[in-house]
């Protein structure tokens, strides 16, 4: 049952990671995700139903568009098969649990945005908001079919707390942390309160913790000056999407060290 659910969400998660391609691209651009079809940056011809699925036709065309030839960035395919394989774990982790549909929209949501943060340094209200609503009532229907209301109103309680730390850090610390960052953090402690409180600690935590390693080491081998600019949004996500995945040993090996 399991390997079941994964091997569907996997396959699930390639198809959502085309449309996030899509979403990555016109979503900073201000053009709608619904029309035009997929088409080449480079010459604009559409893309044809055998060169639009997931990863299979970025290797067949080996990268460039039939038309004009121009290269098409290996970002489309990663994206696809990061969100393919994040949708399977999630898919194993979450197999017998009514909030998997909720979990794989916050994984679909998350890599959108960690990637338009990447790129544009900016987490788009156009993705936080309706992440942030269908979160909400996604989880309320699995509260309701578990049935545990305990947990969703842990869930409303974490993102609130969430939301209200980094509303301070982002009022106290000048230049740091941007409000978009500040409005993500309430649909991750959402989704990290439903699963428990350490995980609400835990996760938030490792995001800031993957975010000082990293910025370390950029400014390290001078990529980065140390007044630079580093999104925060990819490690928020990742250090979330980490206690999403392993929340329950990462909360025990914890436990263990205290002894
Ligand atoms: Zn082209």
């Not at 953090?185 to 000082?212: H, I, K, N, P």
């Not at 980065?224 to 995945?245: D, E, K, N, S, Y």
């Amino acid at each position: 049952m399991t390997a079941f659910v994964a091997v569907v969400a996997g396959v699930l998660g390639l198809v959502v990671g085309s449309f996030l391609n899509v979403v990555i691209w016109r979503v900073p651009r201000r053009e709608s995700i619904v029309q035009p079809r997929s088409h080449c940056p480079n010459c604009d011809t559409q893309l044809e139903n055998r060169d639009n699925i997931p990863v299979v036709s970025w290797v067949l065309l080996r990268g460039k568009c039939r038309q004009c030839g121009e290269s098409i960035s290996m970002q489309y395919p990663i994206v696809e098969l990061l969100t393919g394989v994040l949708f399977a774990a999630v898919g194993a982790r979450y197999a017998y649990s009514w909030a998997l549909p909720a979990f794989l929209v916050l994984t679909a949501g998350l890599i959108a945005i960690s990637v338009i943060d990447l790129e544009h340094f900016i987490i788009p209200n156009r993705i936080v908001y309706p992440l942030g609503i269908s979160s909400v009532i996604l989880l309320a229907f699995a509260a309701l079919l578990e049935p545990d209301w305990h947990a969703y109103g842990r869930a409303w309680l974490g993102g609130l707390a969430a939301f209200a730390f980094f509303l301070v850090l982002h009022l106290v610390v000048p230049g740091g942390m941007g409000f978009g960052d500040v409005r993500l953090s309430f649909v991750l402690g959402l989704f990290l309160g439903w699963l428990g409180w350490a995980e609400v600690l835990g996760g938030l935590f490792t995001g800031f913790l993957y975010g000082a390693v990293v910025g370390m080491v950029l400014i390290a081998v001078g990529r980065r000056g140390r007044r630079q600019h580093i999104p925060f949004g990819p490690f928020l996500a990742a250090g979330t999407m980490t206690f999403v995945l392993f929340g329950p040993q990462l909360v025990d090996w914890w436990h263990g060290l205290g002894r």
